[in-house]
């Protein structure tokens, strides 16, 4: 009989560690299933499209003259939101029209800037020039600077999402 008992001892000892490694198995796949389950049926944050960003007085603002003007906005990247810095390119048509211009390139993306003797937006990379309006004069741009989207409420100037500029 004492065989009998030790071996249910053994056999109750084994059943005890299988249950225990099963046990660990099931928690060790909960902890990785949980993080992926949370990522897959809990969407990140959407962006908002209607973000504007108060970027300039329009008082201040020479007509036909471009300023660069720096701002902070923030980012929006799945669910963590950063804010940044960024720049554009403000000409003041008149006292109703605003026009503003993403500081890249359309070529590669380098940073341009407003020349006053020519009277154009020059690309030092590879010496694209662009018009007070954005339209490419000469250089290898393909296509016109791309331009933010703008709002006037009272005498402030609001930048809201980049507008790509169709290919020339």
């Not at 490694?21 to 209607?50: H, N, R, S, T, W």
């Not at 923030?74 to 000409?91: H, I, P, T, Y």
């Not at 020519?118 to 990379?125: A, E, G, Q, V, W």
Request: proline fraction near 7%.
């Amino acid at each position: 009989m004492s065989e009998t008992q030790g071996s249910d001892r053994n056999l109750s000892r084994r059943r005890w560690y299988i249950g225990a490694i099963y046990g660990l198995q099931a928690m060790m796949g909960a902890a990785l299933a949980i993080p992926a389950a949370v990522y897959l049926l809990f969407p990140p944050k959407l962006k908002k499209e209607d973000h504007w960003v108060e970027t300039a007085d329009l008082a201040k603002l020479t007509p036909g003259t471009p300023e660069e003007v720096v701002f902070r906005r923030d980012r929006v990247d799945g669910w963590k939101v950063s804010s940044e810095k960024a720049s554009a390119w403000v000409v003041k048509k008149n006292d109703a029209e605003v026009i503003a211009f993403s500081p890249q390139c359309t070529h590669l993306g380098c940073a341009f800037r407003w020349e006053a003797r020519t009277k154009t937006f020059l690309c030092p990379c590879h010496t694209s020039n662009f018009s007070l309006d954005g339209k490419v004069v000469d250089g290898p741009a393909p296509r016109p600077l791309d331009q933010y989207q703008v709002k006037i409420e009272g005498t402030k100037v609001l930048l809201g999402p980049i507008r790509v500029s169709p290919e020339a």
